[in-house]
């Protein structure tokens, strides 16, 4: 997937994830959403980045709900045009922080399915669910990985490298 061919791709995730934790800066157990620009946009731009969940995964069916109600209140929903509907302006891209080994597991994997239960039909395609952790990060259908931005290691203070 790492050629963005599509909307919802995003171009350069290690740059985006270490914005969303400049900004945010999460700890183990939250889950950020991040509104970017689309993956067509030559900006695609972090637009906003709010934290939907700390601690303990909720039951699919209430996370579908409540990202639905994220994205609906956030981006709006889709418009019509003609006989048909508009393309979505934004991505809502999912950051999952945690402890341990960057490889996905049955908590990012339940985001991506309340994301696509949640029927949300906002003016935003659902893209990735991004994992981050002390070692490093990874999307769930993204390939690309790297060591850095990561989280802070206990005692530590996260840094972002410029780059």
Request: proline share 8%; charged share 25%; with cysteine.
């Amino acid at each position: 997937m790492s050629n963005n061919t599509n909307p919802w791709d995003v171009r350069d995730p290690e740059a985006m994830i270490a914005e969303v934790l400049r900004r945010q800066r999460p700890q183990p157990g939250d889950v950020l959403v991040a509104q970017l620009g689309r993956g067509d946009d030559p900006d695609q731009a972090v637009v906003d980045v709010v934290r939907v969940q700390r601690g303990a995964r909720p039951p699919r069916l209430d996370a579908s709900g409540m990202l639905a109600t994220h994205a609906l209140t956030v981006v709006g929903d889709r418009s019509r045009k003609g006989e048909g509907w508009t393309p979505p302006q934004y991505v809502l891209v999912t950051i999952v922080c945690r402890s341990g080994r960057v490889v996905p597991g049955p908590e990012e994997l339940s985001w991506l399915m309340a994301w696509r239960y949640s029927n949300h039909n906002s003016n935003a395609f659902d893209g990735d669910v991004y994992l981050v952790t002390e070692h490093g990060w990874t999307g769930c259908r993204d390939e690309r990985a790297g060591f850095a931005p990561a989280l802070p290691r206990a005692g530590r203070r996260l840094s972002v490298a410029q780059g």
